[in-house]
């Protein structure tokens, strides 16, 4: 059981920034580890970023790193994922995941927990 609902995905401009939120419920975020991926159309999905169950790691794909930063908020149950400076090839629909008492997974099968998905469209 339960359940992550992605949000904050949009339409942008090269350069912008966007925050996503991943909200949790009915799961005891804290002892989960979060991470997201992306999926473009015509190709597989990849990882973005991930933060461990207890906060204390995270990691980057190489193409976001210095440009993206992941959180967690465990009070409010919610990942982030800070996108600054954002580039037409980060165009895609972007989901978050969540593995018990995970470190920093970088496989969709590290994962148990899927969201539906927000869409980032960034104009060049």
């Known amino acids: 059981q339960g359940q992550l609902v992605e949000s904050g995905g949009g339409l942008v401009q090269a350069g912008d920034s966007l925050r996503l939120s991943c909200a949790a419920s009915g799961l005891t975020f804290n002892r989960y580890g979060m991470g997201w991926f992306r999926q473009a159309p015509g190709k597989e999905r990849e990882f973005v970023a991930a933060?461990?169950?207890?906060?204390?790691?995270?990691d980057y794909a190489d193409s976001v790193k210095g440009r993206f930063t992941i959180s967690k908020d465990t009070a409010k149950s919610t990942a982030y994922l800070q996108m600054n400076n954002l580039k037409p090839e980060d165009t895609a629909a972007y989901y978050c995941?969540?593995?018990?008492?995970?470190?920093?997974?970088?496989?969709?099968?590290?994962?148990?927990?899927w969201g539906q998905g927000t869409q980032v469209t960034v104009s060049s």
């Open positions: 995941a969540a593995r018990l008492y995970g470190e920093t997974g970088s496989t969709p099968s590290d994962y148990n927990k």
């Open positions: 933060i461990s169950w207890d906060g204390d790691k995270s």
